[in-house]
């Protein structure tokens, strides 16, 4: 099961490239200024924040005084480049099928940002490399050390003198100039003290605007050595924080499709072979938490656009039946001794059921529904739908519409028996003289006062988030309080059973 999410993956060698860059480019720019600091050919940064125009003159001046690059750092530029194109050959697919104005002023902007990537690649002699290291291939030791590989190149970076060769480039100093001192700075001769008597005030608050106004060179070396490895990133504009958000979005549902068919594998297993299902039950929870991991990243990058609802509108463009056709899948058959290959099949994906918009709208449902009287009870219109589930309908002779209606039935039921179970101690106590709980109000979370009466061993957590937002006021807005995490823990949940029903 050991999967590393596209987008996750994407951020953090952006991130090390965008440190390396930085870095780098302050280091030759402060052995400049030391010879001459109103010649700086671009400005130090000191936030760790960089545009998509500065990454071509960033990679061009180290170049030019850098004898020579790490092969890391082009490995990184590779993967962030392959990373981006991959996302841009989906975004134009997707434009072909359905033309969206929106989504290609998107497409039209990833596409100046690949081209600065491969620009500053190409400045930074990538292609040169390339063609020299086309068979060499990423040690897993290297891929697991290359923060280390960074942070030593950092320190190594600053015994680069300000002495400069012949060809103009910067040579790296020696241990005999580490040791000379450096000598102080000119100082300014003092001025005089005026003797004309009502400016003085004035000059000396004009002095003092001087000082404040001045920054030297070790206040902004300070201000970046502030800054963490995490909030080093490069700005981009709207369209290219909607690139960003949908790679965000293509990449969690495919991991999502990974760990869904996986975890489908282990239950099977348990069903037919004999598996513990204990297994089942841990790995699970692992890939519960790489969904959280990867919902995480996107709440920080995309504040407020990290529910399961916003997700889904996105990948499917708001209409989740009308993307039925945007998604497909190939089988590929590999020629021997080659590593061309040929597709032999395709056919669409089946969105609605892959991406569990299925199960999303019965958890919504059911919130809905028991919203209206906070009984515990289904109303009669829910109830007339899900009253017949049939434990022991044959789903391998069912048509598809009824598998789906039958795992409706059961998502629902098994819902209900969940809250009704788990918020039995407040709605027992809501009986007794002296107590009234207000059912919107009481904190239902693992860390509530009516944790020690749970008996829902590894699901209270589950069962907590589903009361809290089945509890609220009929009409309380909680889809956007349904993560992505949410609805793939009750999809596992009902895979568990219908896998051990054929």
Not at 443 to 456: A, E, F, T, V
Request: charged fraction near 25%; hydrophobic fraction near 35%; aromatic fraction near 8%.
């Amino acid at each position: 099961m050991a999967t590393v999410n596209a987008y996750l993956a994407y951020k953090r060698d952006t991130r090390h490239l965008i440190y390396w860059m930085i870095q780098s480019s302050n280091t030759i720019i402060k052995s400049l200024l030391a010879t001459d600091r109103e010649n700086a050919p671009i400005p130090l940064n000191t936030n760790g924040q960089t545009t998509v125009s500065s990454l071509v003159p960033m990679c061009e001046l180290i170049a030019k005084h850098f004898k020579a690059v790490p092969p890391t750092i082009y490995r990184l530029f590779q993967s962030v480049i392959e990373a981006r194109s991959a996302a841009y050959k989906v975004f134009q697919e997707t434009v072909a099928r359905n033309p969206d104005p929106e989504l290609e002023k998107s497409n039209a902007s990833h596409k100046h940002f690949l081209d600065s990537l491969t620009k500053a690649f190409e400045a930074l002699g990538g292609m040169a490399w390339t063609s020299s290291h086309q068979t060499e291939k990423t040690s897993a030791q290297e891929a697991d050390n290359i923060e280390e590989v960074l942070f030593a190149n950092k320190f190594a970076s600053l015994n680069i003198s300000s002495h400069e060769n012949g060809n103009g480039e910067l040579e790296e100093a020696s241990d005999e100039d580490e040791a000379l001192p450096t000598a102080p700075a000119p100082q300014k001769p003092r001025p005089k003290k005026s003797t004309v008597k009502g400016k003085k005030g004035k000059r000396g608050q004009r002095a003092k605007k001087n000082k404040k106004t001045q920054k030297p060179a070790a206040i902004e070396e300070d201000a970046l050595a502030k800054v963490p490895l995490e909030s080093y990133r490069i700005i981009e504009d709207h369209d290219g924080l909607i690139t960003d958000y949908l790679m965000a979005v293509y990449a969690l549902f495919r991991e999502w499709v990974h760990l869904r068919s996986h975890i489908q594998g282990l239950w099977r297993k348990i069903a037919y072979v004999g598996l513990n299902s204990a297994v089942a039950g841990a790995v699970s929870n692992m890939a519960i938490t790489m969904i959280k991991r990867t919902e995480t990243a996107i709440f920080l990058d995309f504040p407020g656009h990290d529910s399961f609802e916003t997700i889904m509108q996105t990948i499917t463009r708001g209409d989740p039946e009308k993307a039925q056709s945007n998604f497909g899948i190939e089988l590929h058959s590999v020629a021997p001794n080659s590593d061309k290959t040929e597709a032999v099949h395709k056919t669409h994906l089946d969105v609605m059921e892959q991406f569990s918009i299925y199960a999303y709208r019965d958890l919504l449902d059911f919130l809905t529904d028991f919203q209206q009287t906070r009984s515990g009870k289904p109303t009669k219109r829910m109830l007339s739908q899900i009253r017949d589930w049939d434990p022991y309908l044959n789903l391998q002779r069912a048509t598809k519409e009824q598998r789906i209606q039958w795992r409706r039935s059961y998502t629902i039921n098994w819902l209900y028996d969940l809250v009704n179970l788990f918020s039995g101690i407040v709605v027992q106590r809501n009986t007794m003289r002296g107590e009234n709980h207000a059912y919107e109000r009481v904190d239902w979370s693992i860390g509530g006062p009516w944790n020690q009466h749970r008996r829902l061993f590894g699901l209270n957590e589950f069962a907590g988030v589903i009361t809290s937002l089945a509890m609220q006021k009929p009409g309380t807005n909680i889809r956007e309080r349904i993560f992505p995490h949410h609805v793939f823990q009750l999809q596992c949940i009902v895979d568990s059973l219908t896998v051990s029903r054929g």
